[in-house]
Each structure stands twice: as C-alpha cells, then as structure tokens.
C-alpha cells in the first residue's frame, strides 16, 4: 500500500480557516471509509471525522459544527475543511482509512495561533 500525501496545513489566527486534502491512492478507496486524524504533541494520534463510500459523516464532538469532511472518489482524494479554528486544533493531521490499514503519511502541520 501507499502512503496517503496530505497537504493543506500552515498558521493561521484564531478564527480562520483552512482546507486540507489527502491523496489516498489506494485501489480500494471508493469503498473504504476514510478518515482525518490529528495528533497533538504529548497527546495521542486521534479521530477527528469519518467518512464512508457512501453514508453519514461522523465528527469528533471537539470539531462538530466547524469541520466539514468531503471526498471525490475519482481523484482518491479526501478533504477537511476546517472553520472557526481554534488553538487547541494546533496538530499534525493525517488521514487513513477508518481501520488504519495505509501505511502513515508525513501529515500536515496545523497551527491556530494569533
């Protein structure tokens, strides 16, 4: 398997907004359901928002109503779109498949500061 290529992150103030994307180029992707994680240092590799082939996307309580998960199935690709950042988003963000079966990307660095 390859690993996915995430792109997307940088500084941003409190209050903006960034819009990450991951190349997943899986031969499977348009039947798995994929996900964004996120780890913050000190803390643990977390799931942030799911999404299936097909279905009801799912978000960690901390980014509900501000982060919005999509994917284009065509391009292997899948998308964060992060609103109403705040610092505690400061992370490196990931994305795999929801059972963690790609191989880890390098991730992007997120970083919410004023």
């Known amino acids: 398997q390859v690993q996915p290529v995430e792109s997307g992150g940088g500084l941003v103030q409190p209050g903006g907004s960034l819009r990450l994307s991951c190349a997943a180029s899986?031969?499977?992707?348009?039947?798995?359901?994929m996900g964004w994680y996120r780890q913050a240092p000190g803390k643990q590799r977390e799931l942030v928002a799911r999404?299936?082939?097909?279905?009801?996307?799912e978000y960690a309580d901390s980014v509900k109503g501000r982060f919005t998960i999509s994917r284009d199935n065509a391009k292997s690709t899948v998308y964060l779109q992060m609103n109403s950042l705040k610092p505690e988003d400061t992370a490196v963000y990931y994305c795999?498949?929801?059972?963690?079966?790609?191989?880890w990307g390098q991730g992007t660095q997120v970083t919410v500061s004023s």
């Open positions: 999404i299936p082939s097909g279905g009801t996307t």
């Open positions: 899986t031969i499977v992707f348009s039947r798995v359901t």
């Open positions: 795999n498949t929801e059972l963690r079966s790609l191989p």
